[in-house]
């Protein structure tokens, strides 16, 4: 899989992929993470890539010509299968959109900022509009590290133990059962006694039990819906 992301503040996206399971995949060749500059494909002498808004509202609008130019540039080396724009108003992002995003096999991502993208773009450039939740960030470079960061984990021969993400919350529609390990007492805080037990359907039914639990307190909604 190839994930391209465009940004005006590349610096912002140095760190996330160079940790952990992420750099891990890109090590093992499962992923190339490539991240472009947007201010790159600007004709403007300051670099500029943004200007004030028709409407008069406050605040600079992404102009559509360097996105354009950039996403041009890009689509002309590789087919994209998805060009997502990352907005507070786009789509709530889901385990299951990361699930789909994972079987894909070229991502651009691009990250908006400021008051946005002029809509031209979206209405003519972007195929997905993404939303990482019901709050403002100061631009989609951190949305945009999520998305990735979700669908990274989930190719094949990512994670060493490839069962853990199936066992994640939401992949079967329920949040993750408590986990515990040693000391099995520690300062009188116990662990529930039936994971001590050594009998792995009782073991199964608890973990079971404890997840639909915490799902009903916690995203009953979950429970309701029937995807
Ligand atoms: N950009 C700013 N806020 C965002 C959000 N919540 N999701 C995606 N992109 C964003």
Known sequence: MRIDILTVLPQL???????SIVKRAQEKGLVEIVVHNLRDFSTDKHRRVDDYAYSGIA???MCIEPIDRAISFLKEQRQYDEIIYTSPDG?????????QLSTKKNLLI?????????????DH????????GDYVLTGGELAAAVITDAVVRLLPGTLSDEQAALTDSFQDGLLSPPVYTRPANYKGWKVP???????????????????????????????????
């Open 59 to 61: 605040g600079m609008v």
């Open 193 to 227: 006694e039936v994971l001590l037990s050594g009998n792995t359907k009782l073991i199964e039914e608890w973990c079971l039990q404890q997840a639909i639990e915490r799902t009903k307190r916690l995203r009953p909604y979950l429970l309701k819906s029937d995807e």
């Open 110 to 122: 691009l990250c908006g900022h400021y008051k946005g993208v002029d809509q031209r773009v979206r």
């Open 91 to 99: 789509e709530p992002f889901t385990q299951k959109m990361a699930n």
């Open 13 to 19: 996206l140095e760190s996330p992929f160079n940790y």
């Open 125 to 132: 450039l972007i195929t997905k509009e993404i939303s990482i």
